[in-house]
Nanobody, 117 residues
Framework: QVQLVESGGGLVQAGGSLRLSCAAS????????IGWYRQAPGKQRELVAA???????TYADSMKGRFTISRDNAKNTVYLQMNSLKPEDTAVYYC???????????WGQGTQVTVSS
């Protein structure tokens, strides 16, 4: 069992930066992948970035060069550094933990990111 708590969201002007944190507790050793997803009103939840237990990262194309995912294993925390934010980045950002086998997934409650023009 993994519990996730996101923080760091807020209101920022276009071009600004935010750093989101995902604090994990529980059986964190069993997690294979932690990802950041976002969901804007009227849209499906989409992957923003992900990092594996081995440190491999992946990003959605629109986030490459602007967002960086990282982790601090000692703190059981994954970060999403968001730079050059755009209004279209406005969404609720969720942290997700996945175990591939046996398969399970855990979601945080989300943190709101609002980027003003």
């Amino acid at each position: 069992q993994v519990q996730l708590v996101e923080s760091g969201g807020g209101l920022v002007q276009a071009g600004g930066s935010l750093r989101l944190s995902c604090a994990a507790s529980g059986s964190t050793f069993s997690v294979n992948v932690i990802g950041w997803y976002r969901q804007a009103p009227g849209k499906q939840r989409e992957l923003v970035a992900a990092i594996t237990s081995g440190g491999t990262t992946t990003y959605a194309d629109s986030m490459k060069g602007r967002f960086t995912i990282s982790r601090d294993n000692a703190k059981n925390t994954v970060y999403l550094q968001m730079n050059s934010l755009k209004p279209e980045d406005t969404a609720v950002y969720y942290c997700n933990a996945e175990r591939l086998w046996p398969r399970w997934t855990s979601w945080g409650q989300g943190t709101q990111v609002t980027v003003s023009s």
